[in-house]
């Protein structure tokens, strides 16, 4: 199995539209200069007042200062230092727009955002094209920008354009479990360590809820997809998926 980008462990308390967050509830960085990091679900009313405009579990992921609210059934949000899977709509001559989700703006990815692109060697890539890519800005009031590959290494670290394969919607939720380094321990997730004992595939996770995944064959893939699908959609726990993936694994 090959997977791609994680992010850290968060801790998750469910809250309700309009509620205050108490200063003891966020998180506390080892390095005090490190700003707190607000994302989706979350407004900032100076000087000091946070408050909720979502309903879902309120996450903390405290190594990154980072407090956000996760709802599984609300639209995404691009957010910096999101990776996420795009869809090229179309070009102008120094960015490919890129579809992230239907309801936001088009992305726009520079043309040489590719790891050792010049104007010669760069991708050419045409509309359908799907990309695996970061956020690299994003604000309510501008096109989000996206690239493919770290700024500060100059690789592209898995990120590019996605070959074959094929691409499954997931919850927002279940993409966040799905990028935690520790799946088992920290989003009870045991789904895709269990089918990689019974088949070679490659997966890449947006967090904007879209999983592309390539196995050997059609069937393949489709096993992986529909099981990660319906560990989504069930709710299952760490027992369940196993018992899942035995069923799905008749069908190889």
Not at 9 to 22: H, K
Not at 25 to 49: A, C, D, F, R, V
Not at 175 to 202: D, N, P, S, T, W
Not at 224 to 250: F, H, I, N, P
Request: net charge neutral.
């Amino acid at each position: 199995m090959t997977t791609t980008t994680a992010i850290s462990a968060t801790t998750a308390t469910f809250v309700l539209p309009g509620e205050s967050i108490p200063p003891e509830s966020l998180p506390i960085p080892s390095n005090p200069s490190i700003p707190l990091k607000l994302g989706p679900g979350l407004q900032h009313t100076p000087p000091s007042t946070i408050t909720t405009v979502l309903a879902g579990s309120l996450c903390i992921d405290a190594k990154k200062k980072a407090i956000w609210v996760e709802n599984n059934t609300g639209r995404y949000i691009p957010q910096t230092h999101d990776v996420v899977l795009a869809i090229v709509h179309h070009s102008s001559t120094d960015f490919y727009h890129c579809a992230i989700t239907p309801h936001t703006a088009f992305a726009q990815l520079p043309q040489l955002a590719f790891e050792g692109a010049t104007r010669k060697s760069r991708p050419q890539l045409v509309p359908g094209s799907l990309i695996y890519a970061r956020v690299v800005s994003a604000s309510k009031y501008m096109e989000p920008e996206i690239s493919c590959f770290n700024l500060s290494t100059g690789k592209s670290e898995g990120m590019g354009e996605l070959q074959g394969g094929m691409v499954f919607d997931v919850s927002l939720g279940m993409a966040r479990r799905l990028l935690l380094k520790k799946q088992k321990e920290e989003g009870g997730l045991v789904v895709l360590e269990e089918i990689a004992k019974k088949v070679a595939f490659e997966v890449a996770v947006g967090r904007n809820g879209m999983v592309w995944v390539k196995a050997g064959g059609v069937k393949e893939t489709l096993v992986v997809g529909k099981a990660l699908q319906e560990t989504d959609r069930e709710g299952l726990g760490c027992e369940e998926q196993e018992q899942l993936v035995k069923q799905w694994s008749r069908q190889l």
